[in-house]
Every structure is written in structure tokens, then in C-alpha cells.
């Protein structure tokens, strides 16, 4: 399973990704009843969400050249994305429990992990890269993730345009920080998100997965990515699962 975080980095910073909660009582046809309000900005650092197609442009340009945000929300996925999740634990590969903050997952890593446990990846998979986020946080305490946070190098995109692969996941925001090019803060969601028009998972929990696919062996995977269907949303808050 992969589920909700909940908790930041530096808490101080990321003031994007409040959650509030308020529960409400009513008397009706002689029954008390409770019901919920939830208000959450899950874009940022701290809650697993889905980024949808619409999340970012270039010179006010979307993928394909759209420029009207509407057509490309995260409603499109009302039906769910279902496919084989793969799962590249790079800590397991440098026997470590989590590469340092800064570090750049590089092509090699991805070759090195794909031929050590014979892994395949494919057209339409679900790709899933673990640095070991929650781990080091756990263990070193807050720190200020979003100016050094582990992440993906853009040379991996390439490769993920040639399998077509389906989406990109990471326990971070998959851009590392501080980045490789001055000029560009966030690589990684704009070759995908607006040049390959691919949705990203950020922030996702991966340590449970890890363990079970430690555990049996095994890095391939069922999942499924249910988003809430915002109609013309940039994204959603999100609890993916995966089954072996």
C-alpha cells in the first residue's frame, strides 16, 4: 500500500499544504448526526497526491500546446489508472536505509536495479522511485526538504519516453533539490507533465512496499490510482495501492 504521509519536512515552510478538519453535529427526524469538513492544499511537500496534466505550462502553453486548463484535469482519470507498478528501491541498491538528501537518481541506478533483481520494465507501467525520504526523516529529524531533497536526474527521461511509461512516482516531489541546471527549479515535472503529458505522483510513502517486496522478493506489482474527480482539477490527494 501506499498511503498518506501527512507530515513535512519543514512544517515551517510548506504553508501550501494545510489540512483543516471540522466535524458538525445536527438533530434531524430524531437522530444526531455527525458529518465532516475537509479543507486540504495537497499540492507540495507533504501529502501524496497525483499531479494532473494541467498542473503546469510553459509560456502559458500545456501539453499539446492547450492553453485551457479545463480540458486536461485530473478528471480525465475519473475511472482510475490501473496497470503493473514497478518499484526501484535505490537505497536497497546501495545497501543503505535512504540515499542523502540531494541525491540525484541517475539511469545507471535505474540499470543497475533493473539487471541486480531482474526487473522489467514496460510499455504503460507505473514507475516507482524510492529514496528512502520517510526513513531519513524518521531517523535525522525535519530538515529543509524543499531546498535539499533527493530526486530523479532528467537524464532518466529519455528512457521513460522510450518504454512509455505510463506515470512517474517518487516519495519526494521527483525533482531534486537543489537542481542540476540553475535555470530550471523543477526539470522533472516539465519534461513530463508538459512535454510527455505524464502524471506524477509526489510524496508517496513507500516504505511498507519496500518491505513487502523485500519480503517476497518481488518488484513488480498490480496498482491502482484512484483520484477524486475534481472536474477540471490539477490534481488530487491520493491513496494508491498495490497488490501482489
Do not use: C
Amino acid at each position: 500500500m501506499v498511503v498518506d504521509s501527512t507530515r513535512i519536512n519543514s512544517s515551517t515552510y510548506d504553508h501550501l499544504s494545510n489540512f483543516s478538519y471540522k466535524q458538525n453535529f445536527a438533530e434531524h427526524n430524531g437522530y444526531n448526526w455527525i458529518w465532516d469538513n475537509y479543507e486540504i492544499a495537497y499540492h507540495g511537500f507533504t501529502h501524496s497526491h497525483i499531479d494532473g496534466i494541467n498542473h503546469l505550462s510553459k509560456n502559458g502553453e500545456m501539453y499539446n500546446g492547450i492553453t485551457d486548463p479545463s480540458i486536461l484535469g485530473v478528471d480525465n482519470y475519473k475511472n482510475g489508472i490501473i496497470s503493473k507498478g514497478v518499484l526501484i528501491d535505490v537505497p536497497l541498491l546501495h545497501n543503505k536505509e535512504y540515499v542523502e538528501a540531494g541525491y540525484k537518481v541517475t539511469l545507471k541506478d535505474i540499470f543497475d536495479f533493473v539487471n541486480k533483481y531482474n526487473v522489467k520494465i514496460e510499455k504503460g507501467d507505473i514507475l516507482l522511485i524510492r529514496t528512502g525520504r520517510w526513513i531519513e526523516k524518521k531517523i535525522k529529524g525535519d530538515w529543509d526538504f524543499p531546498n535539499k531533497s533527493a530526486g530523479i536526474h532528467y537524464n532518466i527521461i529519455p528512457y521513460l519516453s522510450e518504454r512509455e511509461i505510463a506515470v512517474l512516482g517518487s516519495d519526494g516531489t521527483n525533482d531534486s533539490n537543489p537542481p542540476l541546471i540553475k535555470e530550471e527549479g523543477s526539470p522533472i515535472h516539465m519534461l513530463t507533465i508538459v512535454a510527455m503529458g505524464m502524471p506524477l505522483l509526489d510524496n508517496l510513502n513507500l516504505e511498507e512496499l519496500s518491505k513487502k517486496a523485500k519480503e517476497l522478493n518481488k518488484w513488480e506489482f498490480f496498482i491502482s490510482l484512484q483520484p477524486l474527480r475534481f472536474e477540471g482539477g490539477t490534481g488530487s490527494p491520493l491513496n494508491a495501492l498495490a497488490i501482489f
